[in-house]
């Protein structure tokens, strides 16, 4: 490893949870001299280090604070952002220190909405048709007395790796998911989705999906919508916020 990284990404690498394992830009752009490493990790010293995405907004202020210190820039990169956050004096921290500032929540004052950077992946251009008439995507941490219907696949998102999430999610017509990453990669296949909430980040894509309870979403199937343009907007929402970051001097 040089003794002076280019580009150094913290977010979360070491559960099971598939969207956290994909959601980071250097997957997907080019930021020369690179480490990946969990938030738990201490940086070595880089230029540049890339915080997020995912949930993650009380780590990124503990890392921007303690852990990257020497990175010349520190970059907040589509990190779920709610509204207690957003009005925080850790945000205001966040600000201060940051270069840039980007969250997958739509409509944050004072943050760029930049949706979860695994839109970019290749992976979306390859998926077969529908075979399946609905399927369920879950997260496995949170059942949350989520009903489940006979002959209806399920698949959670601790259990498959993105190329394995993406061909289950693209073989049904109808995706019912309470995973966000199972929601958003949903939305972004063009395909009809029921989103199944346990928290209000669910609720802040630029434009939501129909929601149902996790009892009753099985009745409320012909509900589900599709959303347009999700992916081109994601995609072309990364490349712009790349370009920004490349520009940092």
């Known amino acids: ?21 994909y959601c980071s830009p250097g997957l997907y752009f080019q ?47 589509g990190v779920g952002i709610g509204r207690t956050a957003a009005a925080s004096i850790e945000f205001d921290i966040l600000q201060g220190i940051c270069a840039l ?16 950077p695994s839109a970019m992946s290749p992976l979306f251009e390859v998926q077969a048709e529908p075979e399946h008439e609905v399927v369920l995507f879950s997260h496995t941490q949170k059942p949350d007395g989520l009903a489940r219907v006979a002959g209806i696949p399920e698949l959670t998102n601790g259990q498959a790796d993105m190329e394995e999430a993406l061909a289950f999610l693209a073989s049904g017509e109808i995706v019912v998911a309470n995973s966000y990453h199972g929601t958003f990669w949903a939305m972004c296949l063009g395909h009809r989705v029921l ?38 907007d994601a995609r072309a929402r990364n490349r712009a916020f790349y370009e920004k970051v490349r520009n940092l001097g």
């Open 1 to 21: 490893m040089p003794a002076m990284l280019d580009t150094v990404f913290q977010h979360r690498r070491k559960g099971r949870n598939t969207g956290d394992l």
């Open 31 to 77: 930021f020369g001299e690179t480490a990946f490493l969990d938030f738990s990790e201490t940086p070595p010293p880089s230029r540049l280090a890339v915080l997020g995405g995912g949930q993650v907004f009380g780590d990124c202020v503990n890392s921007v604070i303690y852990g990257t210190p020497e990175a010349k820039h520190r970059v907040i990169r």
């Open 101 to 116: 500032m980007s969250s997958r929540n739509w409509d944050v004052p004072g943050c760029e909405f930049v949706p979860c």
């Open 195 to 232: 989103s199944v909430p346990f928290s209000d980040k669910f609720r802040q894509f630029r434009e939501n999906p129909v929601f149902a309870g996790p009892q009753d979403w099985p009745d409320k199937l012909a509900a589900a919508e599709t959303r347009e343009g999700v992916l081109e």
